[in-house]
């Protein structure tokens, strides 16, 4: 009771990315709170499920595994998690800001009354006082995203509704292995206990899923462009510098905006977060909505023809002048060097 679940998004019997960052997280919060970090798989042919996910540290996995499961629709998954919310009472509950997530995500929480954080960045246990009523309140989550289109971060508590959920994408939370023998208890869900056959009344006749068309969030190399890159024309530069790096394009939300790159690339608050080991940023300003998508990126290398732009204070290297100068340089030398 009052642990820490997180639901585990499957994809053809594989937990997605953003369910093992969240475990990472969960596994976190839970330690920091005393309590178990529980999860929750629905799905068909969830066998090897346990295997994957019980080395994050999970105490207890619930599974729900059927072949009517074998697709998510909404209704059989939000009846069973809240069926199963009412009866094991978690005090914080986790799923990914994913097209799943975002759907899931409200109804559960509009069917137990517990309010719900969208698109956080970051999660942290702390203490709350209302200012109103001076009231006092231990260990609440602090359930921390930009607002106000990213001018400012807020910091989002529930004080009294349980579970505290919120909803997170994926790459803002590390994903780290606690331990490769951890193991935890598995408990079966009696799907006729919590599902209706009316819920089931929407079945997947044929599903089509297009791949990506970029690897963005697992490039090891990202170089991105910004609204400073000055035309469609200039961003082929950016195409020829990541080809001789082995590396992904990406953009701002500006230069996306502007017609020069599809959105498929647009890195930030309402993009892709990224964490690579190296980030080079050409002509982008660095607002708060771009910095929410990669802050995290191992070294950032900045060209930007604005000395005072706000990126060049959190790049590890700054260069000064413009793409049509600079880019061209940095790809003859790599092509020489790279012989």
């Given at each position: 009771?009052?642990?820490?679940?997180?639901?585990?998004?499957?994809e053809e019997g594989v937990a997605a990315d953003v369910s093992l960052e969240l475990l990472t997280k969960g596994r976190k919060l839970a330690t920091t709170l005393g309590v178990q970090l529980e999860a929750v798989a629905i799905g068909s042919g969830l066998d090897k499920i346990p295997a994957q996910v019980m080395p994050y540290g999970v105490d207890t996995l619930y599974v729900a595994d059927d072949k009517r499961l074998t697709f998510y629709t909404s209704l059989p998954h939000t009846s069973i998690l809240v069926g199963l919310f009412k009866d094991i009472e978690p005090q914080i509950a986790l799923m990914g800001a994913t097209s799943t997530g975002r759907d899931l995500g409200p109804r559960v929480s509009s069917a137990l009354f517990s309010g719900l954080t969208a698109d956080?960045?970051?999660?942290?246990?702390?203490?709350?006082t209302d200012a109103k009523s001076g009231k006092e309140y231990k260990n609440l989550l602090y359930q921390i995203r930009p607002a106000f289109g990213?001018?400012?971060?807020?910091?989002?508590?529930?004080?009294?509704?349980?579970?505290?959920?919120?909803?997170?994408?994926?790459?803002?939370?590390?994903?780290?292995?606690?331990?490769a023998d951890?193991?935890?208890?598995?408990?079966?869900?009696?799907?006729?206990?919590?599902?209706?056959?009316?819920?089931?009344?929407?079945?997947?006749?044929e599903r089509q899923m297009e791949k990506g068309k970029n690897n963005l969030k697992n490039s090891p190399i990202i170089v991105s462009g910004g609204y400073g890159v000055g035309s469609k024309e200039n961003f082929q530069l950016l195409y020829d510098l990541a080809k001789e790096l082995?590396?992904?394009?990406?953009?701002?939300?500006?230069?996306?905006?502007?017609?020069?790159?599809?959105?498929?690339?647009?890195?930030?608050?309402?993009?892709?977060?990224?964490?690579?080991?190296?980030?080079?940023?050409?002509?982008?300003?660095?607002?708060?909505?771009?910095?929410?998508?990669?802050?995290?990126?191992?070294?950032?290398?900045?060209?930007?023809?604005?000395?005072?732009?706000?990126?060049?204070?959190?790049?590890?290297?700054?260069?000064?002048?413009?793409v049509e100068d600079v880019l061209p340089k940095l790809i003859k030398y790599f092509k020489k060097n790279s012989k």
């Open positions: 009771m009052n642990n820490v679940v997180v639901y585990l998004e499957i956080c960045t970051s999660l942290e246990i702390g203490d709350y990213g001018n400012i971060v807020a910091t989002i508590v529930n004080p009294e509704h349980r579970p505290q959920m919120a909803t997170v994408r994926e790459g803002v939370m590390k994903k780290e292995i606690l331990d951890y193991k935890g208890e598995i408990k079966r869900i009696d799907i006729d206990k919590y599902v209706s056959s009316t819920d089931f009344v929407v079945s997947v006749l082995h590396a992904e394009v990406g953009a701002s939300r500006a230069a996306v905006d502007a017609g020069w790159v599809d959105h498929d690339r647009q890195i930030g608050q309402t993009g892709v977060t990224v964490r690579p080991k190296l980030y080079i940023a050409c002509g982008i300003s660095g607002q708060i909505q771009h910095l929410a998508g990669m802050q995290e990126s191992g070294i950032v290398i900045s060209v930007n023809s604005d000395p005072d732009a706000p990126i060049n204070a959190v790049a590890d290297y700054v260069i000064t002048g413009t």
